[in-house]
């Protein structure tokens, strides 16, 4: 039986209305989801129930090989489920869709190409390059690149070509951002910076957004809420609410969260993954 934290019900409460929103915000459900990679192999998930509500940031929180990764390739469509299904506003996902994106590690930039051509990619891929005028630069704005929108890719440190996918991610204006630990090559005050803007990002268009961590500090700085995860098979064991008030690094209420995060971990998933 998954526990529940108490207060798990007012996750995303103090989301909604902050901020100008544009509407465009998914409805996350994940029904009793396994999968396999190969017929009759082991199971990388096994019976993952859970639901993300609009405009709500989560995270998936566990160590490396729990199927953080899987379950969010899963969920944008990138591979077929063993089992179960993922239903985003009502829909059943049966494929990728330009209505949810994924942000992966690598930013994955053509570096001959600028920063505004990266960043319209999207638009392009999906026969809107009549947007490309309008969008483009609004995003670069909104991203903090306006400055850098004819620099080359490979001329941009790390966190400058993160914010560059960011902007790609969101041309085509999705419902849904996944993330898949972009930020973990970057170094500590850049990574920082990034959790921040994403935030701030996602309430003012009023994303959806799902992210992977092996780092509680990162699920506290940016999540409404945390699903922790075990494997073996992989599963969702706890689900908790994180309190607003704790977004800050380094601040007491930022600990207290964290500490309180890394033993529900310890509680509730180390110990099986450990069996």
Not at 61 to 86: D, N
Not at 91 to 98: F, I, L, N
Not at 211 to 232: I, K, P, Q, S, Y
Request: charged share 20%; aromatic share 4%.
């Amino acid at each position: 039986m998954r526990h529940r934290d108490s207060t798990a019900a007012a996750a995303s409460a103090h989301r909604h209305g902050a901020g100008p929103q544009s509407g465009h915000s998914a409805h996350v459900r994940v029904s009793d989801l396994s999968h396999a990679y190969r017929r009759g192999g082991p199971l990388a998930l096994g019976g993952v129930d859970l639901e993300v509500r609009p405009g709500e940031i989560a995270a998936l929180v566990g160590r490396s090989g729990c199927g953080k990764s899987t379950l969010l390739h899963l969920i944008a469509g990138l591979a077929t489920p063993t089992a179960g299904a993922v239903h985003i506003n009502g829909a059943r996902v049966t494929g990728p869709s330009p209505r949810w994106v994924m942000m992966f590690q690598a930013p994955s930039l053509f570096p001959w190409m600028t920063v505004a051509q990266n960043a319209a990619l999207g638009l392009r891929f999906t026969r809107r390059a009549h947007l490309v005028a309008e969008r483009i630069p609004r995003l670069l704005r909104l991203v903090d690149l306006a400055a850098l929108a004819d620099r080359n890719a490979q001329e941009l440190s790390g966190g400058q070509q993160q914010r560059v996918a960011l902007a790609r991610s969101l041309a085509t204006e999705p419902d849904l951002l996944l993330l898949d630990e972009p930020f973990s090559a970057l170094d500590a005050f850049t990574r920082r910076a990034l959790q921040a803007d994403v935030r701030r990002i996602a309430g003012e268009l009023g994303l959806t957004v799902i992210l992977v961590t092996h780092d509680v500090g990162e699920a506290v700085a940016m999540a409404d809420r945390a699903f922790v995860m075990a494997a073996d098979p992989g599963r969702v064991v706890c689900e908790t609410a994180l309190a607003p008030a704790s977004r800050e690094p380094g601040t007491p209420a930022f600990e207290a969260e964290r500490t309180r995060l890394a033993t529900l971990y310890e509680t509730h998933a180390a110990r099986r993954d450990a069996a």
